[in-house]
């Protein structure tokens, strides 16, 4: 049975969070599989070291789909994945945030909004005409968050699993 994610801290409000040092963003490699795989648990995937590694070497060798990590405090404190292209019903090619991450202990801290304004200096790089994101129904602090740094909610996302395992996968979301 697929673990259910963790309930999420209390709001962000009331717990104050000491200042990180300067962090940093840098590009995620082959070689960060296992700090990649402790994030993705923070948000309930779960994956083995192997399986993250065989995803990694698979998405960056795309070149639309470039993988970031915020480093700070000596260590990964965010994740966030990236997939750029045009779509049929857009005059211009559009980034989604396919993957975004702080680990609990930085939340509150200003490594989200880093990571997201480092996706849209990408994204305006690449000529995207728009950032865009999906998340969990469930996930109430992150759409606070996301509605607070600028995104507006536009669309409801259906899934049809095609796997059982993508099935077991998708059970308990709402």
Known sequence: MPRRPQKPPRSRKSQPRRPLPAPRIRPATVADAAVVRDL???????????DVTRRL??????????????IADGGAVGLMALHSGSMLQYREPVTRITTLVVAASARGTGIGRLLVAHAAKLAKARGCGALELTTGLARHDAQAFYRAIGFNATALRFVMPLSSRMKRRLDYRA
């Open 40 to 50: 993705l648990h923070e948000l309930g995937y779960r994956a083995t070291v192997r």
């Open 57 to 70: 070497r698979a998405l960056l060798a795309t070149g639309s789909d470039p993988i970031f990590l915020a």
